[in-house]
């Protein structure tokens, strides 16, 4: 019944794509300054627990979700969900299951990649400033140029549109066409982009400050401080591990469903994480951290999100050779995010051409014009404004981009181990040349990754109430009453968002197993 479906062209092009749809601005923008603010040494303790406990299992299971999805003709998380949830519940109930899930993967991949691709935009613009010499007179400091920049339309939209008909280009041509062979070419070069400012930030010695110096940066990380480890920390690695591998936001179930039934699932995922880990801990722990301590000192790694577009600007203006290394800088961030948000990009034209029979070509142009409407309140208000606090953005990033992954994340493990069960393991060693053992799925899957999950997620919804986030008017914007309706504004899109995304699961679900939801 189902017409055919694409499929990945060959097995690096595939691990390529699914590299490129990890890799993004979480590795080399959000990395350094989470790790930064949560004490350096303190931070990577509970990361590599989050890695191990939540991350490599929870990766299984998407891939699983979605090869298993894509034999059935689903590309988009509910029904993929609703097919695993079935097998241990009533129809009825795992089709609500199913479409909450929907309703989440729905809302990361429109809202999300709405400010994400203005962060492209942005990596864009200063590239081409970088090689223009945009950043380089001294006279203005790099903080006031990057709010003009924010506040400038011209820059702003520019770039922002450029970026978004490149995604749109890209996705239109389809998944062999488009995405693999963009991440063939992107990827590449982002790694040897990367393994240049490494060495270059490694050989740093102390310019700035002969206390400062490029190896004590790294000391600053990799010098595990259990004194100081606290909640905060744990929760922040456990969501910088969601989103630096794409989890819990369904774009790998899709990327997943493009593989053929035999298709290595096993291998794939470790593949996956360990282009990721590299890109991120070796790669972006190597050039960030150390070049803002050689320069900046240990006050200036924690500047936080500012780092890659006010520090780093900063830098290139002293560092001999800063023009090209400000390029290549900000070209690796441009790649790395537009090879992710292909992957957000992608999956709503896959829900538009499975649920509605929109082609391809069409769904494109239909989610370039969708991603213009919703990306326009963040381009919008630091120019209308005039602050440069991004609270609309902040607002999204805090419950779509971080606190609905980990929930997703949770139902998805939960539908897989206690729903779906031995099939599920059935399921990933399908074609895998290393079987998971099945201790592996009683212990991980089936206990410490829920329990663990529901632990962080139990503290992170204590910490969102603590920070005052749940409030009418949340703490961080308590002080500047001209972004409270930015703010309301963006939870009045995220309701209705889910509600959107949850109906839609559940139509897409009844049209399509329609008779054992009666029956059931
Ligand atoms: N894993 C991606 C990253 O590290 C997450 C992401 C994907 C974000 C797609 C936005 C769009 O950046
Ligand atoms: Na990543």
Not at 139 to 149: C, E, L, N, P, R
Not at 227 to 247: D, E, K
Not at 351 to 359: R, S
Request: some cysteine; proline content about 4%; overall charge neutral.
């Amino acid at each position: 019944e189902q017409q055919q479906r694409e499929e990945w062209g060959s097995k690096i092009g595939l691990i390529l794509a699914m590299a490129g749809n990890a890799v993004g601005l979480g590795n080399f923008w959000r990395f350094p300054y989470q790790a930064a603010k949560n004490g350096g040494g303190a931070f990577m303790i509970p990361y590599f627990g989050a890695l191990i406990l939540l991350g490599l299992p929870l990766m299984l299971c998407e891939w699983q979700l979605g090869r298993y999805g894509g034999k059935y003709g689903h590309g988009t998380l509910g029904p993929m969900v609703y097919l695993q949830a079935r097998e241990g519940l009533n129809p009825k109930s795992a089709a609500i299951i199913a479409s909450i899930a929907g309703a989440f993967a729905f809302a990361v991949t429109l809202l999300v990649n709405s400010y994400y691709n203005h962060l492209i935009g942005w990596t864009l613009g200063y590239a081409v400033m970088s090689v223009t010499g945009g950043y380089m007179d001294t006279a203005k400091g790099t903080g006031d140029i990057f709010v003009s920049y924010i506040q400038n339309p011209a820059q702003v939209f520019t770039f922002w549109v450029i970026a978004l008909a490149g995604l749109a280009w890209a996705v239109m041509r389809g998944v062999q066409e488009g995405i693999e062979a963009w991440a063939k070419l992107m990827m590449p070069v982002l790694y040897v982009f990367g393994i240049i400012l490494a060495v270059r930030a490694l050989t740093l010695g102390a310019p700035a400050n002969p206390d400062w110096s490029a190896l004590k940066g790294l000391n600053f990380v990799w010098n595990p401080d259990f004194s100081t480890l606290n909640w905060g920390s744990a929760l922040a690695a456990a969501g910088q591990i969601f989103f630096t591998m794409s989890l819990g936001m369904g774009i790998v179930c899709n990327y997943a469903s493009y593989l053929k039934p035999e298709d290595d699932v096993v291998v794939s995922s470790v593949a996956m994480i360990s282009l990721n880990e590299f890109a991120e801990i070796v790669l972006g722990g190597s050039i960030v951290i150390p070049i803002a301590y050689a320069f900046l000192g240990p006050d200036g790694i924690s500047a936080g999100v500012g780092l890659s577009f006010i520090a780093f600007p900063n830098v290139f203006r002293v560092m001999a050779g800063g023009q090209i290394f400000g390029a290549l800088w900000f070209f690796l961030l441009f790649f790395a995010g537009f090879t992710s948000a292909i992957a957000m990009y992608n999956y709503l034209v896959a829900l538009l051409e499975e649920d509605l029979g929109i082609e391809r070509k069409k769904g494109a142009i239909y989610i370039f014009l969708a991603y213009i409407v919703v990306g326009l309140p963040v381009g919008l208000e630091s120019i209308l404004t005039k602050t440069a606090d991004l609270a609309y953005f902040t607002e999204v990033d805090n419950w779509v981009g971080s606190y609905l992954l980990l929930v997703l994340g949770l139902i998805e493990v939960c539908v897989v181990a206690f729903f779906m069960k031995e099939k599920a393991l059935t399921e990933i060693n399908k074609g895998a040349l290393w079987r998971v053992p099945s201790w592996f799925f009683n212990l991980f899957i089936r206990g410490i990754t829920p329990v663990t999950l529901t632990i962080v997620l139990f503290f992170s919804t204590k910490t969102y109430i603590d920070a005052g986030y749940f409030r009418i008017v949340p703490s961080f914007v308590e002080q500047t009453p001209v972004l409270v309706p930015w703010v309301q504004a963006a939870r009045v899109v995220i309701f209705l968002v889910l509600l959107v995304g949850f109906l839609q699961s559940y139509k897409s679900i009844k049209t399509k197993y329609g008779k054992e939801l009666e029956s059931g």
